[in-house]
């Protein structure tokens, strides 16, 4: 079974930032886009940010500005920088990574900010 890795995530205070990252191993392909989920405590899983086949980034709304989203498409790796942080971006952050034919999605790394 293929599953991405995720790594980073953690404790900050409000105003603080963290980064997660995500690649899938032993695996090279062309990527059909590749895009971060989060989903908090009691809430369904909601997309945060996502780079499509061409290259397009966007994100939602409440995290624009304070989060940037990179990948690097040959090492199938994804990164998620989130600064100022607040206490509702509280979550456990879910990446997916698409190649032709297959979603592959990772278990999820828990990311915690306290006021």
Same mark, same amino acid.
């Given at each position: 079974l293929v599953r991405p890795v995720e790594s980073g995530g953690g404790s900050v205070q409000a105003g &603080? %930032?963290? %980064?997660? %990252?995500?690649t899938v191993p032993r695996l090279t392909s062309n990527t059909c886009g590749m895009d971060w989920y989060r989903q908090a405590a009691g809430k369904t899983r909601e997309w945060v940010s996502g780079i499509s086949r061409d &290259?397009? *980034? !966007?994100?939602?709304d409440p995290v624009k500005g304070r989060f !940037? *989203? %990179?990948g690097d498409e040959a090492k199938l790796t994804s990164w998620l920088q989130m600064n100022s942080l607040e206490p509702e971006d509280t979550a456990m952050y879910i990446c997916? *990574?698409?190649v032709p034919g297959q979603n592959y999605w990772g278990q999820g790394i828990q990311v915690t900010v306290s006021s």
């Open positions: &603080g %930032s963290l %980064s997660v %990252s995500c &290259g397009r *980034i !966007t994100y939602i !940037t *989203i %990179s997916k *990574i698409c």
